[in-house]
Nanobody
Framework: VQLQASGGGLVQAGESLRLSCAASGSVDVRDRMGWYRQAPGKQRELVAS???????NYAGSVQGRFTISRDKAKNTVYLQMNNLKPEDTAVYYCARMALSPKYNLWGQGTQVTVSS
């Protein structure tokens, strides 16, 4: 397993969670890394990512609430999620991003459920 995600759970609206994605093998978190999510019946969407260098990018729906970070020494990427909303409920996936998402290297998902 090259990308191992953890940290999901059931929380109430307004609470916080931090997801972790531990990379191993050939994956280096200094690569282009991102967090995606997929809600039931919806397409997988990019939530947060590192673009060039340490620059970051966020989906509009999470801007100001989610923060992507990485610990290069631990080879781990994080997603801090604050002020969670029921619409944030989804399976969250970390990925090493390729030029096209269909070539991404995916980790297994971690379920986040936010109750109202």
């Amino acid at each position: 397993v090259q990308l191992q995600a953890s940290g999901g759970g059931l929380v109430q609206a307004g609470e916080s969670l931090r997801l972790s994605c531990a990379a191993s093998g050939s994956v280096d978190v200094r690569d282009r890394m991102g967090w995606y999510r997929q809600a039931p019946g919806k397409q997988r969407e990019l939530v947060a990512s590192f673009t060039s260098g340490d620059s970051t990018n966020y989906a509009g729906s999470v801007q100001g609430r989610f923060t992507i970070s990485r610990d290069k020494a631990k080879n781990t990427v994080y997603l801090q999620m604050n002020n969670l909303k029921p619409e944030d409920t989804a399976v969250y996936y970390c990925a090493r991003m390729a030029l096209s998402p269909k070539y991404n290297l995916w980790g297994q998902g971690t379920q986040v459920t936010v109750s109202s």
